[in-house]
């Protein structure tokens, strides 16, 4: 089924991987971003220009990917966090309500929302810093319009030219032969872009509402990923160095030690099994090698 999605921060991280992803499946997409390629440039934190941009548009579906992504940036100014993750989602759903109210929203949040031994269900959230506290701020907005929440992670090579992805950071110290530090102690559970994007896509056919895990059926921690995908790469791993969390003081921000997610509840609702990560990382090998 082809659908109008309206893709706010369409210029970013993920957004530059999932918009070619979803008109591959035949939607028409209106890009949203400061970036010149957007074709929409809404102050999604005024919500006249927000409502303005859904009047205009009249999207069937609006995937939110803006926000304020950098922890330790959201830790250090937490009202800065306030408005570009919640206000931002608060402005949407107004609009949703006054202009646009068939529209189904997708929030994109994050899987920084769990900590203690995982992996976690929906119901176990544990608070560690102002960007968490932000991102549970802006589903709760979210869920005041028909709304699909999707807790996630990701890696892949980037096509964003200002942003670099967790995986692009170790292939590119590898490849350089630059010491590396990889962490021992923090436990996630990604998925590669392309699965996440087909993932996204699910969600806009089927449209389920509330909050759902999405990732690797299983995880590692930053470490053995960070040798796996030097394995799987062919590159030397002889300059990186595994190290624990408090051996970082300069980090500002509380980081959550296992974020591994149990997405059992997503697999129910599609009828389909999410893969292992270590398949995840051989799916993005040809990324890095072509």
Request: charged content about 20%; aromatic content about 6%; glycine content about 6%.
């Amino acid at each position: 089924m082809t659908t109008h999605i309206l893709v706010t921060g369409a210029t970013g991280l993920l957004g530059c991987a999932l918009v070619p992803a979803l008109e591959a499946c035949g939607h028409t997409v209106t890009r949203h971003g400061f970036h010149a390629t957007a074709q929409v440039q809404a102050d999604l934190c005024n919500y006249a220009e927000t409502a303005a941009m859904l009047a205009q548009y009249q999207p069937d579906c609006i995937i939110n990917l803006a926000g304020l992504t950098n922890v330790d940036t959201c830790e250090l100014d937490p009202h800065s966090a306030y408005l570009l993750n919640v206000v931002t989602v608060q402005n949407l759903c107004g609009g949703i309500k006054q202009e646009s109210p068939g529209c189904h929203l997708i929030q994109i949040s994050t899987d920084q929302l769990y900590d203690e031994p995982g992996p976690h269900r929906e119901s176990e959230v544990m608070i560690r810093n102002s960007y968490a506290f932000s991102k549970v701020a802006a589903e709760i907005a979210a869920s005041s319009v028909p709304s699909t929440i999707l807790r996630t992670n990701f890696f892949g090579r980037s096509r964003c030219t200002k942003r670099v992805s967790f995986s692009d950071w170790i292939y590119q110290n590898l490849q350089q032969g630059l010491p590396l530090q990889v962490f021992e102690d923090v436990l996630f559970s990604p998925l590669s872009s392309p699965t996440l994007c087909d993932m996204i896509e699910l969600a806009v056919q089927q449209r389920p509402l509330g909050v759902f895990n999405l990732g690797a059926h299983d995880g590692l921690s930053k470490a053995d990923f960070a040798y796996a995908l030097a394995e799987e790469l062919g590159l030397p791993s002889q300059t990186m160095r595994r190290i624990h969390l408090n051996e970082m003081p300069s980090l500002k921000a509380h980081r959550p030690k296992d974020m591994r997610m149990d997405s059992t509840r997503f697999e129910q609702q599609f009828g389909l099994r999410l893969p292992k990560l270590i398949d995840e990382i051989i799916l993005i090998r040809s990324q890095y090698l072509e």
